[in-house]
């Protein structure tokens, strides 16, 4: 039976008041996969809190920010230097949600968040993000940057910086937080690093910082890591080293550097992106010196694993809008969803946000394997966080387009959120590295790291669970096997370049599919068998832009209306040939 309308609405849908969590068909089912029970029991009360305030109180507060910029200003009324940024109530009632009601920048550096005497493991915080998301992405910048400036400062930092800034950086005590940034970008410099003019001086015994950064988000953030080449360093990448500024020195006046503009952006209105000019700012060297851009990298890593986190969090919103309007509106006197091109656009949707989510809980358990000591996963980490950065970031760009359509000419209006969803959408693939450069770090990866090497044991390992359907796992792994076969022969050939995103795209669709079915085995959900299926279907086999439509109604509908599945339904989605 096919899923019709629920409420036969005259106007548009509203969610509002409806819980994110809860009306997702997969997500609880999948936390339950990542995290063991114990600790599945303790968060999921504010996995299902937070799922009633994203579509509650949060977007209220989010739209209102979007509304309400913030403001520089310059100087006080009687001229002295003032630089402070005007941030908007509802934004200052957001960042105490994400920093001090979750602790989501803290959960990953101590305990005793949620109550829990440990560490919460990646997958509660990125589980956490991709709801807190659906309410709010410029603020996801902030919280990303101060979580991964504590990451890199314990890795590299030494211990007196550590045991200063350490409790401020991870306090739930909002009035005693430090917010954290990462000022790398300069006009002349861009993408090229190696290019970066700012200068370190050592002066009477304190490094002190010249130059522009250009594009500086979170500019007056209580901490920032800064790139920047020591008087008489070498040049390209090689001479970098990390300098960790503060805002304010210890007397509590303001470092020597200014606050030029607020930048007029497309999206993430709510949250400051500035110019600065550093004018002898008292900075501390973190690491060794000429070690700052591989020690960078790595701040820059989870804030690209945190990038894709949040665009399959905008996937999934646009996916659960797209199902809502479409359950509760009827034309032609039929619900939207029992309208053929709506369900395949649903479909389409789902596929690719379910991807997202997908290759992003798996990199979080990645993540805390690797950071465990386990050197098989820190070279899956080296090639999956591009390819997420890559391929999730792009499609989400997509997939919130598709849902303001689903909402038709209200989705255009900036009184819903869609149009600002597909604004900050947009975001994801231009952060922390264009789309070209990420792939070219896919690459990157593979040649000098061999990542690939360890994405096809891994993907052996997964596809080895004996749940997984014979015929399934045969056309994974063939599946794979040319994906990998291809990015062996872009790699090995500079004159295939231009392929390169091609390459990234085959190794993510391939990756996913598997995921997926493992996921599938792992909890006896075969939606998600379906769905690896589909990936084949869709994303990696040829297909006849003129012949019928492969789908299956029977499963369309099952998929569309979240029922259950079995093997033999999921099955029929599995193409004849690979």
């Known amino acids: 039976m096919k899923p ?41 009360p504010h996995f299902v809190e937070l799922g009633s305030l994203v579509r509650g109180e949060m977007e209220s507060l989010a739209l209102a920010a979007d509304r309400n910029p913030p403001v520089l200003h310059l100087r006080a009324r009687n001229s002295s230097d003032l630089q402070k940024i005007e941030k908007h109530p509802s934004y200052i009632a957001l960042e105490r949600y994400a920093f001090s009601e979750f602790g989501l920048a803290a959960m990953s550096h101590r305990g005793d968040v949620f109550g829990r005497a440990e560490k919460l493991p990646p997958a509660v915080k990125y589980g956490l993000t991709m709801l807190f998301v659906q309410a709010e992405f410029g603020l996801c910048c902030p919280l990303s940057m101060t979580d991964s400036l504590t990451r890199t400062l ?34 002349d410099a861009g993408s090229d690093v190696g290019a970066v003019t700012t200068e370190a ?36 990448t090689k001479g970098l080293s990390l300098f960790l500024l503060p805002r304010r020195l210890d007397d509590g006046t303001l470092n020597a550097y200014r606050i030029l503009r607020l930048k007029p952006k497309l999206g993430t209105r709510s949250m400051a992106s500035g110019e600065i000019v550093l004018e002898g700012a ?44 479409a359950r509760n509106r009827t034309a032609f006197g039929k619900a939207l969803i029992d309208l053929p091109l709506m369900r395949r656009q649903l479909i389409k949707m789902t596929v690719t946000a379910e991807q997202g989510r997908a290759m ?50 209200g989705g255009y209006i900036e009184e819903w959120s869609d149009a600002r ?78 392929d390169v995103r091609r390459m990234a795209s085959a190794l993510y669709n391939a990756t996913s599919a598997i995921i997926l079915a493992w996921e599938a085995a792992r909890s006896g959900r075969w939606r998600r068998l379906a769905l690896a299926h589909l990936v084949l279907q869709h994303k990696l086999l040829p297909q006849d ?19 259950e599945i079995d093997a033999d339904l999921a099955a029929t989605a599995l193409p004849g040939t690979c």
């Not at 008041?17 to 063991?36: C, E, M, Q, V």
């Not at 002066?203 to 522009?212: A, I, K, M, S």
């Not at 209580?222 to 040049?235: E, H």
């Open 282 to 325: 008292v900075a501390h060297l973190v690491g060794e010196p000429a070690s700052g851009f591989k020690q960078m990298t790595d701040m820059i890593n989870m804030s690209r694993l945190s990038n894709g986190v949040r665009s399959a969090g905008l996937m999934l919103r646009a996916v659960g809008e797209a199902h809502y309007i």
């Open 360 to 409: 992003c809980l798996h990199t979080a358990e990645i993540l805390r394997r690797a950071d465990a000591g386990d050197p098989l996963y820190a070279g899956l980490m080296r090639i999956m966080t591009p390819l997420i950065k890559f391929r999730t970031c792009r499609d989400a760009r997509k997939v919130a387009g598709d849902g303001m359509e689903a909402r038709g000419g």
């Open 154 to 187: 314990c890795k590299f930092g030494s211990k007196d910086l550590i045991d200063r800034f350490f409790p401020m950086l991870t306090t739930q005590t909002f009035e005693d937080l430090y917010q954290g940034a990462m000022f790398i970008t300069e006009q």
């Open 4 to 44: 019709t309308a629920t409420l036969a609405y005259r106007n548009i849908p509203d969610s509002y008041g409806t819980n994110a969590y809860l009306s997702d068909p997969d997500f609880a089912h999948l936390l339950r996969i990542y995290l063991d029970g114990d600790v599945m029991a303790a968060v999921e």
């Open 421 to 498: 969803v597909l604004r900050d959408a947009h975001l994801g693939s231009i952060w922390e590295g264009t789309s070209n450069v990420v792939a070219l770090d896919v690459k990157r990866a593979i040649r000098r790291e061999q990542s690939l090497e360890a994405l096809k044991t891994y993907a052996a390992q997964l596809l080895g669970n004996s749940g997984i359907p014979a015929p399934s796992r045969e056309k994974l792994a063939v599946a794979h096997a040319r994906a990998c076969a291809l990015a062996e022969a872009v790699v090995n050939a500079p004159e295939r370049e231009e």
């Open 201 to 236: 001086r050592l002066e009477n015994g304190f490094w002190r910082l010249y130059g522009d950064k250009w594009f500086c988000s979170n500019p007056d953030a209580d901490l920032a890591m800064v790139l920047a080449r020591p008087q008489g360093g070498a040049p390209g």
């Open 545 to 563: 832009p003129l012949a019928a439509s492969r789908d299956n109604p029977a499963l369309i509908d099952s998929l569309i209306g979240h029922h």
